[in-house]
């Protein structure tokens, strides 16, 4: 079954910055594009980057500019440096592989809670 660990979240000031981690297994971690999506409250969940196993990158507009994603596939790891942070990025983030821009695995881990606030 497939299994995602997402850590590195926490509470930070508007302007800041935090790097969050996933790990994935057991998958073909290598051959597959990774996203990082996020659920806010009350909101539905949204791909924010991805990152494909040739390493090209997408991002949302929202977060453009301020969040790179990366991966290591030794490590079948992924990673989001998020800098600039606004109030509007908190949310729960999550990471999954996709296809197509659509989840390709239906099971989720727990997330990553981000919270942005003075």
């Known amino acids: 079954q497939v299994q995602f660990v997402e850590s590195g979240g926490g509470l930070v000031q508007p302007g800041g910055s935090l790097r969050l981690s996933c790990g994935a297994s057991p998958i073909i971690f290598s051959l597959l594009t990774m996203g990082w999506y996020r659920q806010a409250p009350g909101k539905q969940r949204e791909l924010v980057a991805s990152?494909?196993?040739?390493?090209?990158?997408n991002y949302a507009d929202s977060v453009k500019g301020r969040f790179t994603i990366s991966r290591d596939n030794a490590k079948k790891t992924v990673y989001l440096e998020m800098n600039s942070l606004k109030p509007e990025d908190t949310a729960v983030y999550y990471c999954?592989?996709?296809?197509?821009?659509?989840?390709?695995?239906?099971?989720w881990g727990q997330g990553t809670q981000v919270t942005v606030s003075s």
């Open positions: 999954n592989a996709l296809r197509n821009g659509v989840p390709l695995f239906a099971s």
């Open positions: 990152i494909s196993d040739g390493g090209i990158t």
